[in-house]
């Protein structure tokens, strides 16, 4: 079984998911864990092979109902505390 | 200043955002007037089109205001394309604040970035989030007067 893939989504690709994938990153590796983090846009997140994504709460609800995979909306990019309460509770589940 | 020096402080690591690239106090009367703003520093660089500026514009009213990513505090931004020139960023800071119609609303700090491609920008990017995610960072930037307070800020991320 090859690495965890998280995909941090945002409207472009570029930007918050940039900071979000930064975010996630740091959570893993203060964490111990180990997973492949990139970034993806609203458009082609969808077919993009990963096993959870990770996008803003605002935004979330317009994919919700269309990924494969587990969709984890964020209220707070910044608020270390949800990111790693989200990042690690993913992890668990994941790995069960 | 002339352009070989202005290049040179653009490499210059010290800080992640130049200051030309800076405004502080910025007048605005709504969150379209503040995202134009920080854009046309974008434009000023020659790092990003007028285009571009308006693609950011355009990205909230499609989008909604997601890019509101904690308190007072936005990212403004749109996609990669041939409205950027290169990989720059922006950053102003308002005296009146203004709402996107987020829950992390009012905004008192915009920063707004163009990337040439999804994946360009990393280091730089790196370095702006660690120093924004600082506790009190935005209150900081937010009650600067000066470049030089908002670059004091900027540069705070040396020791993390």
Known sequence: MGEIR?????????????????????????NNLSATVFCGDLGTCLSQQCDAIFISEELSERIM???????IPIRNFMNKKELTEKTLNFMKDFTK | MN????????????????KENLAVKVTAADWREAVRAAGHLLEAAGSATREYTEAM????????????????????????????IRDDAS???LRDPVCFGSENDPVYVILSICCTDRDSHRESMKRIARMIMQEGAIDRLASAETAEEVLAVLGDDQGS
């Open chain 1, 6 to 30: 998280i995909q941090a989504v945002c409207g472009f690709g570029c930007g918050s998911s940039l900071l979000l994938r930064i975010k996630i990153e740091e959570v893993l590796k203060e």
């Open chain 1, 65 to 71: 109902n269309r990924a494969k995979v587990p969709v």
């Open chain 2, 3 to 18: 352009m070989a020096i202005k290049e040179y402080l653009r490499m210059d690591n010290k800080y992640p955002i130049s």
């Open chain 2, 57 to 84: 514009v355009s990205a909230v009213e499609e989008l909604g205001p997601y890019m509101v990513i904690m308190p007072k505090f936005a990212l403004a931004h749109a996609a990669p394309s041939k409205a950027v």
């Open chain 2, 91 to 93: 950053l102003i800071t």
